[in-house]
């Protein structure tokens, strides 16, 4: 099979770094792809957003399936005109993938699946949570506590000038649950965790994501599938029954509060940087999956999951998020990948010869062990061989889990 994946990330890396191992695999090629996954297939330049351009790559080179990474030409139609093409694609038309698009279809969509989610607010008064309605790249949401956080949050979210959307502030922790879907069924990929802020201990702003680990302790395999019970497969029935049905990963970010869980929002396509902790604890085929995801044949596919776990330290830019940097080069991912790592390029491009840094988030160290604490080992012993100038990571990415698994061995 020739397969094409749609995005230049570290998400994207993964996906085709796991595809890649698939026996069905028989050419990867991406668009436009990185350097990273050059070394693994064929890159063409063509842009994520451009579907029309996608299509004609797709005609041209005779693609099997489209595996799409990012949001914004999920949300814009791309994966229906690659469909309406006659191209196999995993990844939700416009309709489905505004679960993500706009928070209030999203809301609306779990109040008809008697989903459980933070009570719509008629007015914004403090304690509250106030949202824009379209894609903000993680930048929309405003969690104000007190009259000033509203203020400035209202404020903030004004300059967007989109719907907003007011809901309960919730308290509890968070956890987000992917389930790669056909349009009826859903199977459950392992739990994960994100760290959204840039810094240790979670300060200062937030950023596409810093690091990731997964499985996340105390979660095991039958909760999960409690949760795609109440979450998943009431909204994959609803957006079935509005004869749009969600062909991807379902992407929910969940609160557990005193009153049980509670969906924060949805995404329609896998996390970044969670993808690349999850997808190196997959043990079955990747793209017998996800072909039987973009065929409607889900229910005749079982992936395995292995015990192991994995850690995922992102190094970012030096004023990331505020910042990107470009050509500064990168060393030493050899002496990383030596180590038992694996790096997944983000904001890279190679320049002559070298490797340079291009983004705000440069490259994921991912750290697969027999626990949480091995793993993070192995992903921070790595990421210490990497030679990026001013290059900044958190030094806490699954800190706390990595004692907790040390406690109980
Ligand atoms: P979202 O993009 O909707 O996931 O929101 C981003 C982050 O805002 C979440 O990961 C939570 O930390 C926080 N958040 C969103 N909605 C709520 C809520 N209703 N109560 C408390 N925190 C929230
Ligand atoms: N890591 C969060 C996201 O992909 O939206």
């Known amino acids: 099979m020739k397969v094409l994946v749609v995005g230049s990330g570290g998400r994207e890396h993964a996906i085709a770094w796991k595809l890649a191992q698939s026996p069905g695999c028989e050419e ?3 668009a436009p792809g990185n350097p990273g996954i050059a070394r693994l297939g064929f890159c063409h330049p063509v ?8 299509l004609e790559l797709c005609r041209s080179i005779e693609i099997d399936l489209v595996v799409v990474g990012p949001e914004a030409p999920l949300v814009a139609g791309a994966a229906d005109l690659l469909r309406h093409g006659g191209v196999r694609v995993f990844g939700p038309g416009r309709e489905a993938a505004r679960i993500e698009g706009s928070k209030s279809f999203a809301k609306e969509v779990m109040l008809a699946a008697a989903v459980p989610t933070a009570s719509p607010l008629p007015v914004a008064r403090a304690p509250c949570v106030i949202k824009v309605d379209g894609l903000a790249a993680g930048k ?20 967007y000038g989109d719907r907003l959307v007011i809901e309960a502030l919730l308290e509890g922790e968070e956890l987000s649950i992917f389930a790669l879907c056909d349009g009826a069924h859903a199977i459950a990929l392992p739990a994960a965790r994100d760290y959204k802020r840039v ?80 997808l190196p604890l997959i043990e079955g085929d990747l793209l017998t999956a996800l072909v039987g995801a973009a065929s409607g044949s889900l229910d005749e596919t079982a992936l395995g999951v292995s015990a192991q ?28 990948e030596a180590q038992g790592a694996l790096v997944f390029h983000a904001g890279t491009a190679v320049h002559g010869e070298r490797l ?52 109980g061995a």
């Open 47 to 54: 842009r994520a957003e451009d579907a029309e351009g996608l």
């Open 356 to 407: 340079v840094t291009n983004g705000g988030r440069i490259l994921g160290v991912t750290g697969v062990g027999d626990d949480v604490a091995d793993a993070r080992r192995l992903a921070y012993d790595s990421v210490e061989r990497i030679s990026l100038p001013g290059g900044r990571w958190r030094r806490d990415i699954a800190l706390a889990a990595a004692e907790e698994s040390s406690v």
């Open 28 to 30: 990867l090629h991406a």
């Open 199 to 278: 810094g240790d201990g979670d300060a200062g702003p937030n950023t596409g994501g810093m690091g990731s680990f997964s499985p996340v302790p105390k979660i095991g395999t039958a909760e999960i599938e409690e949760i795609l019970d109440l979450v998943h497969r009431p909204v994959l029935m609803e957006l079935a029954r509005r004869g749009t049905p969600f062909i991807g990963v379902l992407f929910a970010g969940l609160m557990r509060t005193i009153d049980g869980l509670r969906v924060l929002e949805f995404n329609c396509r896998f996390g970044d940087p969670e993808t690349q902790s999850i």
């Open 309 to 336: 776990a994995a850690v995922t330290v992102v190094i970012a830019a030096p004023r990331y998020p505020a910042e990107n940097d470009s050509g500064t080069p990168i060393a030493g991912i050899t002496d990383a």
């Open 140 to 159: 929309g949401v405003f969690v104000c506590r007190t009259a000033e956080e509203l203020e400035a949050g209202l404020h903030a979210a004004a300059a």
